[in-house]
């Protein structure tokens, strides 16, 4: 059963930055394609970045050029690194692995 566990979110002014950390159990982390999503309040989840096995990403249109996936697969970790942060990216933040789903962190981008 793979676990992931969210970190990094919190309360970050219009045009800041923030880094989303999101470890996994599962021993097989690095042939796995990873993914970010988010769902704000009264939305639909939404998909946010990808990575895939050989390192390629892709991107939301709303987060392109400021939004950059990666993984550190001897950590087992994928990360977020969030700039340039607008209000309407205020949202909870998902990580996905094989199916699972993270507890998710809040994202509030407020001044």
């Known amino acids: 059963q793979v676990q992931l566990v969210e970190s990094g979110g919190g309360l970050v002014q219009p045009g800041g930055s923030l880094r989303l950390s999101c470890a996994a159990s599962v021993s097989t982390f690095a042939i796995l394609h990873k993914k970010w999503y988010r769902q704000a309040p009264g939305k639909q989840r939404e998909f946010v970045a990808g990575i895939t096995i050989g390192g390629g990403t892709d991107y939301a249109d709303s987060v392109k050029g400021r939004f950059t996936i990666s993984a550190d697969n001897a950590k087992k970790t994928v990360f977020l690194q969030m700039n340039s942060l607008k209000p309407e990216d205020t949202a909870v933040y998902y990580c996905?692995?094989?199916?699972?789903w993270g507890q998710g962190t809040q994202v509030t981008v407020s001044s």
């Open positions: 996905t692995v094989l199916g699972a």
